[in-house]
């Protein structure tokens, strides 16, 4: 099992910046090392997207809507997520989810609220 303690969600207006966090803990992080930290976001009515993701080793994604203002970072010594998001737009809006991929399993985090809007 994996829990998480997410933070930094809000409403922030347009070109505004905000900054997640999502520390991860469980067993699964001793048993097995390798693992995926990142977000996917949600707005109601559609799919989940994968937004950004990184490895341990720091090798990372972005999903091209948000390349150049977003910036995902890991602390592998507290097993923490960073998101950092520049230039904020009123389709970023959506709930957040912190994620951790370890083999074979995806574990979720409750989510947190991001709404851009003046």
């Known amino acids: 099992q994996v829990q998480f303690v997410e933070s930094g969600g809000g409403l922030v207006q347009p070109g505004g910046s905000l900054r997640l966090s999502c520390a991860a803990s469980g067993s699964v992080f001793s048993s097995d090392p390798w693992n995926v930290l990142g977000w996917y976001r949600q707005v109601p009515g559609n799919q989940r997207e994968l937004v950004a993701s990184?490895?341990?080793?720091?090798?990372?994604y972005y999903a091209d809507s948000v390349k150049g203002r977003f910036t995902i970072s890991r602390d592998n010594a507290k097993n923490t997520a960073y998101l950092q998001m520049n230039s904020l737009k009123r389709e970023d809006t959506a709930v957040y989810y912190c994620?951790?991929?370890?083999?074979?399993?995806?574990?979720w985090g409750q989510g947190t609220q991001v709404t851009v809007s003046s």
């Open positions: 990184i490895t341990r080793d720091g090798a990372f």
């Open positions: 994620y951790c991929r370890v083999p074979g399993k995806t574990y």
